[in-house]
């Protein structure tokens, strides 16, 4: 896990507030106290709802408002051979993560904070769903929503009459004074989590480092759709890729292989990821996205690599740890 200082996530969010101000049309700046910390949670501890955090990777502002229990299978911890290759093993079937020995871990679903959402190196729309209507393959996505493991939240404790803008905020929570936190579920988040639970909840989580370079992904299963005749099962993925090293790196290509149940094995190519060949370097080690998969079977698995190029053009090949997709049960999600 990365562990930031509180200064640097501070600098962090401090940057991000003098973004949003837009000094160079102000003759004057005013520095406002937002709140103040709290003690953090050891692993034995989780938040609960309602709870107000500072990201420590990111730096945005919180609000959480759920939390899960995910299986996190971590290629690292099993010994695994984290150098770069040559891509030649790509071509084969890589084991699932069932091979490699779990450990329970703990994530939150969390409100972004619209003023912090412009300045941070992460999507700000992980939160996607498909379409209601009965054939259509359109995703839609509800900005402002993200997944932050255990080790990302720094508590505090919110000066401000509303602590987090945003548009789900007010609706989804209350103020309570009374109650530690002092915001508590509103009767539509709980309507709201009930029955959207089999699309917002995750339940494994892959990692592996090659070269200083750690690849987290968190796949999410969307449910289907018809596709003329055929039923297409649906899944999201989120990736975090982050430069744990000295050495800035740029992320300059993808290549993935996708393997259905059905027989059927894809290779896809590409510049970048999500538009974007983003930089990594100490100061900006981390980068988030999600993207979308479809497979006209119900069961699959993806894994690949992200080309990578340091600053004196050294490249070379980061894994991206093989990850199953699984459907659930049927359910309209909305």
């Known amino acids: 896990m990365v562990h930031l200082s ?8 401090f940057k991000n507030v003098l973004r949003s101000t837009n000094l160079s049309q102000k003759r004057h700046a005013r520095i406002a106290e937002v709140g103040k910390l709290e003690r953090a949670f050891d692993t034995g501890k989780t938040y609960t709802t309602g709870q107000l955090f500072l990201h420590k990777v990111f730096g945005y502002r919180g609000a959480v408002l759920f939390q899960w229990s995910a299986r996190l299978y971590d290629r690292d911890a099993e010994g695994a051979d984290n ?5 030649k093993s790509e071509m084969q079937l890589p084991k699932t993560g069932k091979d490699v020995k779990a450990e329970t871990v703990h994530y939150y679903q969390v409100l972004i904070d619209s003023r912090d959402a412009p300045h941070i190196r992460a999507q700000t729309e992980s939160l996607t769903f498909l379409g209601a209507q009965e054939g259509s393959r359109s995703i839609y996505a509800i900005p402002g929503i993200d997944y932050a493991c255990h080790a990302d939240i720094l508590p505090y404790r919110s000066t401000e009459k509303v602590p987090i803008k945003h548009e789900l905020f007010e609706k989804f929570l209350a103020h309570s004074p009374k109650d530690s936190p002092p915001y508590i579920a509103q009767d539509a988040l709980r309507g709201w989590g009930k029955k959207n639970h089999p699309w917002l909840e995750l339940s494994s989580v892959h990692r592996q480092t090659t070269e200083n370079i750690r690849v987290t992904v968190i796949p999410f299963y969307m449910g289907t759709r018809m596709n ?24 300059r290509e ?6 259905s149940l059905s027989g059927t094995l894809e290779t896809v190519r ?36 992200f080309r990578m190029e340091r600053q004196d053009g050294y490249m070379f090949d980061v894994r991206i740890p093989p990850f199953s997709l699984e459907s659930k049960g049927e359910q309209e999600p909305n």
């Open 6 to 13: 509180v200064a640097s996530v501070a600098h962090k969010l």
């Open 83 to 87: 150098r770069s290759n040559d891509g």
């Open 228 to 251: 003329q005749s055929n039923i297409v099962y649906w899944w999201r993925y989120c990736i975090r890729v982050e430069n744990t090293g000295t050495p800035a790196v740029i992320l």
């Open 254 to 259: 993808r290549h993935w292989r996708i393997f």
């Open 270 to 305: 590409g510049r970048g990821v999500v538009g974007q060949e983003p930089v990594l370097s100490p100061t900006s080690p981390a980068f988030q996205y999600s993207s979308h998969v479809s497979l006209q079977s119900p069961n699959g698995h993806m894994w690949g690599t």
